[in-house]
């Protein structure tokens, strides 16, 4: 084992400290917002803007934990500390969970009983949209992510400490379970959270338009945390550039895949032209919104599918690191496609109100990501595939 395998990891006490600072400001400019009639709504759309990214981005670490588990992917044991970060921090979310939880009157028409009344379709789905089954269904997502991603996390850290070969079976159990686990479940929770702000339009391609856009986000997440890790030298030797281009390689994959889905998601609604399916487009591609959802489609898909191509950009440290920050302000910018127009209204704006939510999600996320960090060795220190994965060649 080679002697850099057992670094471990020191977030910056400034920057820690930092980070909750921005989290307190920004609750207290939520809290601010909850208390004016007319920026409550605008405060609330954008804690859920903020909470979606933030809980998708830990879970589709989990998704991308499992899949390295269940591929026995041995290229990217060095790497494993990445993702096991993220899927870990998802407790740390779990109080906007119940501010969410509690703002449902703020955001869905279903919650009101004077909407209900007299509309066939809502009283049709009023068994599932209520406010109680909404909480009951938010808490269990949460606690079930979180008992099988803190599975896999939990006996990769204990590999550490004993190296019994019987964690590796245990991991791999969890994944397996997992995996399943997660496409019925987020699959809810995307319809829940988001799709169900209006709840006349269903399409049955949402939740993987909003998961492939998860692990796009996780994907970039990793990358932009692995570079600063070998940038301060905890990584240095671990995080190789041939690791750097089969990430870039997976990302190409997951964006072009999320491109693909979404265009479908489209293609299906404009082509059959039925009056309850097309006013969800009509009201995102006009009065402005239509240009968010170009810069969606640019972010998103075009800069990291063409960009990414050339194996020499894929092996760039700087190329790399600035696709992936384009790829996480690409995805918020879709969930803000996707939600702002509910509660904007017609034509695209973005204040404090909406922008303090945003922020101190992914603030406290990002503590929660470099907490979690460092609570185990920076690699997997009893891993038999670890040598393997630090002389990786691609």
């Not at 820690?16 to 709504?41: D, K, N, T, W």
């Not at 790399?320 to 879709?334: D, F, Y």
Request: hydrophobic fraction near 55%.
């Amino acid at each position: 084992m080679s002697v850099h395998a057992s670094i471990r990891f020191a977030p910056p006490r400034a920057l820690m400290r930092g980070l909750l600072v921005i989290v307190f400001v920004c609750g207290l400019l939520f809290g601010l917002g909850l208390l004016g009639p007319e920026s409550r709504e605008r405060s609330m759309g954008g804690l859920l803007m903020g909470f979606v990214h933030a809980v998708s981005i830990t879970v589709a670490g989990g998704l991308f934990l499992a899949v390295l588990r269940l591929s026995n992917a041995r290229w990217a044991t060095a790497l494993r500390r990445l993702p096991e970060a993220l899927a870990a921090s998802l407790p740390v979310l779990g109080f906007l969970a119940l501010i969410l939880i509690g703002g449902v009157p703020l955001l869905y028409d279903w919650s009101h009983e004077s909407h209900v009344l007299g509309d066939p379709i809502l009283e049709g789905k009023s068994d599932y949209l209520n406010w109680f089954a909404f909480g009951v269904r938010s808490i269990v997502f949460f606690l079930v992510w979180t008992w099988l991603m803190r599975g896999m996390v939990a006996h990769s850290r204990r590999q550490d400490a004993d190296g019994d070969a019987r964690h590796r079976a245990a991991m791999f159990k969890y994944a397996a379970c997992f995996m399943p686990v997660l496409a019925v479940t987020y699959s809810l929770a995307s319809v829940d959270w988001v799709e169900s702000l209006e709840p006349h339009w269903f399409s049955t391609a949402f939740a993987l338009v909003t998961l492939s856009g998860a692990a796009c986000s996780a994907l970039a997440a990793c990358v932009l945390l692995g570079l600063w890790l070998r940038k301060r030298g905890e990584l240095r030797r671990a995080f190789t550039d041939d690791h750097l281009d089969d990430l870039g390689k997976i990302t190409i994959g997951f964006a072009l895949f999320w491109g693909y889905i979404w265009f479908c998601q489209y293609m299906l609604v404009w082509y059959t032209n039925m009056p309850e399916e097309t006013p969800y487009y009509a009201l995102r591609l006009n009065g402005g919104w239509g240009h968010v959802a170009k810069l969606c489609i640019l972010l998103c898909w075009a800069v990291p599918f063409f960009v990414l191509m050339p194996k020499r950009a894929r092996r760039s440290a700087a190329v790399m690191g600035r696709v992936a920050v384009v790829v996480l302000v690409g995805q918020a910018t879709h969930w803000y496609w996707l939600i702002g127009p509910v509660v904007i209204g017609e034509h695209p704006a973005f204040g404090m109100w909406d922008l303090a939510p945003v922020v101190g999600s992914l603030a406290l996320l990002a503590w929660g990501v470099l907490r979690r960090l460092s609570e185990a060795p920076i690699v997997p220190l009893r891993d038999p595939a670890l040598e393997e994965s630090l002389h990786y060649h691609c």
